[in-house]
């Protein structure tokens, strides 16, 4: 897979669950980022993990990284019809040297009312 | 709090002419970049800009085009002879210092070539 891949692709939940979105990534990194992009919209930044972080918090949001694994996770406990978006994790390249991101394919998260 | 803007927020060009699309960045920020998404697709580095040159650029970023800081808020994105499939939403984005800090992206310029 490329770096920065989400899965899964499109998640269908109702209205107070929990979503997982799961995102796998190939190089080192100094950090992760996650965002969120409303149809047709912009990119909102939701949280940056760093790569010597395992878990952060930030409101309904919990995202956790594990650097053994290449892996991170993001949580949105007690969804919203609001939190209907795509969410997408970016790594930047620290071999680049110009801190680009590097973005996955994203996850569609659909919440039913 | 302080946000990146982009304008405009639509542009339809007739293939073959220039475009400029742009960007206020965060007034403090020093990494300045420009992204692009086609309709679906995930989105792409296009190049970044860090003291008044281009740290960085992709395979996308080809002769058609061009960044520039004409003073000390604006970044613009030009693209010299547009293509049909150059019709994407682009996004400027900033960052600060160090290699720890959040991207802010702006709400993208939509780009439609006819």
């Known amino acids: 897979s490329q770096q920065g891949e989400e899965d899964p692709q499109a998640l269908s939940i109702q209205e107070g669950e929990n979503a997982t979105m799961n995102c796998s990534y190939k190089?080192?990194?100094?950090?992760l980022q996650w965002y969120r992009q409303n149809s047709g919209r912009g990119l909102v930044h939701l949280i940056l993990?760093?790569?010597?972080?395992r878990e952060k918090h930030s409101g309904r949001l919990r995202v956790t990284l594990d650097t053994s694994k290449k892996s991170s996770s993001l949580l949105i406990t007690a969804s919203r019809a609001a939190d209907t978006a795509s969410y997408f994790c970016?790594?930047?390249?620290?071999?680049?040297?110009?801190?680009?991101?590097?973005f996955g394919k994203g996850t569609k998260l659909t919440v039913n009312p | 709090e302080p946000e990146v803007t982009q304008t405009p927020s639509h542009q339809v060009t007739q293939m073959g002419q220039e475009v400029i699309l742009r960007c206020v960045p965060i007034?403090?920020?020093?990494?300045f970049y420009w992204y692009r998404q086609i309709l679906g697709q995930k989105v792409e580095f296009l190049v970044s800009?860090?003291?008044?040159?281009?740290?960085?650029k992709s395979e996308i970023f080809d002769d058609q085009f061009s960044v520039e800081r004409p003073d000390g808020s604006n970044f613009t994105l030009k693209i010299r002879s547009t293509k049909l499939e150059d019709s994407a939403m682009y996004f400027c984005?900033?960052?600060?210092?160090?290699?720890?800090?959040?991207?802010?992206f702006g709400q993208g310029t939509r780009l439609t070539v006819v």
């Open positions: 800009f860090y003291n008044n040159e281009i740290s960085e």
């Open positions: 984005a900033s960052s600060g210092w160090g290699s720890n800090t959040e991207a802010f």
């Open positions: 190089t080192s990194i100094n950090n």
């Open positions: 970016a790594t930047d390249q620290p071999q680049g040297g110009s801190e680009k991101l590097v």
């Open positions: 007034s403090n920020h020093l990494y």
């Open positions: 993990i760093r790569s010597n972080e």
